[in-house]
């Protein structure tokens, strides 16, 4: 969907997002998740017609509201993923990857980036080069340097980087008042649950800190998952899952 018609459908819900993902980021409960359906429905209804009028044919359909069916929904505190899994957001918070962007500030990790051929002394913040995998979704819908609204979403190693992009599963999550959901549903959703595959797409040798350069890079996948990803809660909905390491312990 086009920027402009998620600004039209978020203005037009009242909602204080203007952004790309306030639709769904704007859910409070289920309650409101209902009466915001209708809202938006009226919205997405008028946005079909802005479409359909500025496109001057009615015959294609809307293509528009497809793509929109694979967006990221971002992790901002109050607004994404972090709303409603407190516990994960906050350790997530405090991890390396809460906190990817701050090593490519200058005067940051001196004596590594030294030892990397990388200058110190430069600010990469914006550096595209680095930003694949420092932050969240570039270039795949996520971060994007210099647009403040998305800078707010995606700075740093996101929920969506691991759990893949929350719109479809979160609208899966959306038709369950009682959460009950199976699964499956919402994995042909896009979920995902933090695969070896997905790490390595950035715990590999094109980094500039990987083994080649020092061993203690090295990627262990077991051992950088208990290391690395956040706290973990009991679901009261769902079971564990079978055939993944559960990382959830009682205290
Ligand atoms: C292919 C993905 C990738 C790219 C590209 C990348 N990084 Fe990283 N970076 C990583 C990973 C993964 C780690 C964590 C490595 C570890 O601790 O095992 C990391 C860690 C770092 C660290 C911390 C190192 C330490 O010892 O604590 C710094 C600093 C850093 N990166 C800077 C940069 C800069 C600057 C750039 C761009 C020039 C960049 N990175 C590009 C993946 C990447
Ligand atoms: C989008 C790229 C990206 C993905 C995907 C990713 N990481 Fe990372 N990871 C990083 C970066 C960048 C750092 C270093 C951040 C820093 O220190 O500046 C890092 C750091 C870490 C660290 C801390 C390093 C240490 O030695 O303390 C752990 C642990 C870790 N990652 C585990 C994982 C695991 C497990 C996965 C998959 C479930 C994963 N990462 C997926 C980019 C990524
Ligand atoms: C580096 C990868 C990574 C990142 C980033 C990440 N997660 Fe996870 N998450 C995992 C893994 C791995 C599991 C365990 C999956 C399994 O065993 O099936 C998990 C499990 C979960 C669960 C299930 C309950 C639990 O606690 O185990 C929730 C909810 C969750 N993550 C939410 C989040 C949220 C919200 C964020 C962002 C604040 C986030 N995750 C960021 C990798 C990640
Ligand atoms: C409106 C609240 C809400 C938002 C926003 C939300 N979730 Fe969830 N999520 C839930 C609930 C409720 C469950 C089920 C918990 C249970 O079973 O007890 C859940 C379950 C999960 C699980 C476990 C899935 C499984 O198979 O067991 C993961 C992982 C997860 N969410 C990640 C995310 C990520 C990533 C985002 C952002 C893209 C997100 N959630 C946004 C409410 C939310």
């Known amino acids: ?19 790309n993902a306030g639709l769904l980021n704007c859910m409070e409960s289920h309650r409101f998740a209902i ?3 209708i809202k938006a429905a009226i919205a997405l209804g ?30 901002a ?44 002394k430069k600010d ?14 570039y270039k795949e819908g996520g971060y994007v340097a210099g647009n403040s609204v998305k800078e707010q979403n995606f700075a740093n ?7 893949g992009a929350g719109g ?7 038709r369950y008042p009682n959460d009950d959901w199976a699964r499956e549903e919402i994995v042909s959703a896009g979920m995902k649950y933090g695969d070896k595959e997905i790490c390595e797409k950035c715990h590999n040798k094109d980094s500039p800190f990987n083994a080649e350069l020092d061993p203690k890079y090295a990627f262990d996948y077991k051992g950088m998952l208990k290391k690395g990803t956040h706290k973990h809660t009991k679901l009261d909905k769902h079971a564990p899952r079978k055939d993944s390491e559960w990382l959830y312990k009682e205290d």
């Open 1 to 19: 969907m086009q920027q402009t018609e998620w600004n039209r459908l978020g203005v037009g819900a009242g909602q204080q997002s203007t952004h």
């Open 35 to 37: 009466r915001f359906g």
């Open 46 to 75: 008028l946005a079909a017609g802005f479409w359909m009028v500025g496109a001057g044919e009615w015959s294609a359909g809307p293509p528009a509201i497809e793509a929109a069916r694979t967006r990221m929904m971002g992790h």
């Open 77 to 120: 505190p109050k607004l994404g993923c972090t709303k409603c899994h407190k516990a994960q957001a906050e350790s997530w918070l405090k991890s390396a990857h809460g906190n990817a962007m701050e090593n490519l500030k200058p005067g940051k990790k001196t004596e590594e980036k030294q030892k990397a051929d990388l200058d110190p």
């Open 124 to 137: 990469y913040s914006a550096d595209p080069d680095c930003l694949g995998c420092h932050t969240t979704g």
């Open 157 to 163: 190693v996101g929920c969506e980087t691991c759990h």
């Open 168 to 174: 479809d599963y979160q609208e899966v999550k959306k």
